[in-house]
């Protein structure tokens, strides 16, 4: 129950700092039979909002058998129309043993994730500097927005956090993906990586790369 409370508290503190809706109106609840915009969905009609825009019960445990063994399961605006126009939104880390969360970056949002089970090393990349943190549960950690970040279970068990992001709908673009996930010719991502040719068409036979 407190660990919940905290990130309560997390959400109300991004939300009041992004100051992210518009002081002409309370809330503007995505219609999602529209399609996006640029500065989020238009807003349904007022007379067809209900307590359940507000609402998500999805946020469980996700599926950790897969090559990284990790589950992730959001509350964003696609699920939870509310959130639009908030600048927020929430996600389950599930990462089962000796599983990760690959190198990956979120180009649009920071993310604050808040441990509640099992042992993980986290951290992000700079342009010039490593920050890494073994973090257990109750322990927070920041990614600021942009950077190349990661988490790696280091407990003996199944590894469980929460986050918040400064987006309603973040994007995600993991590393292993962006490279080996292409039809770009593995000559040249040999001579741009420094990889050996074999290990790079391995690499794309796993992620679904040709070339």
Request: proline fraction near 6%.
């Amino acid at each position: 129950m407190k660990m919940i409370q905290i990130i309560l508290f997390i959400f109300a503190l991004i939300s009041h700092t992004l100051n992210a809706t518009s002081s002409a109106k309370d809330f503007c609840v995505a219609n999602l039979l529209l399609p996006t915009t640029p500065s989020g969905f238009p807003c349904k009609p007022p007379s067809l909002v209900t307590a359940n825009d507000f609402s998500f019960t999805g946020l469980v445990a996700g599926n950790t058998e897969n090559r990284f063994r990790l589950g992730v399961t959001t509350a964003s605006v696609n699920n939870l129309p509310g959130l639009n126009g908030l600048g927020i939104s929430a996600a389950r880390i599930d990462v089962g043993f000796n599983g990760t969360v690959p190198m990956h970056l979120h180009p649009d949002a920071s993310e604050i994730s808040i441990m509640v089970e099992g042992q993980m090393i986290v951290g992000f990349i700079t342009p010039t500097n490593l920050f890494v943190k073994t973090v257990n549960a109750g322990d927070v950690f920041v990614f600021p927005q942009g950077l190349l970040h990661f988490q790696v279970n280091s407990g003996s068990g199944t590894a469980v956090s929460f986050s918040a992001f400064t987006s309603p709908d973040p994007s995600m673009q993991v590393l292993d993906e962006l490279l080996f996930a292409n039809s770009l010719q593995t000559a040249i991502l040999q001579k741009v990586t420094f990889l050996d040719f074999e290990q790079i068409k391995k690499l794309k036979a796993v992620f679904g790369g040709t070339g």
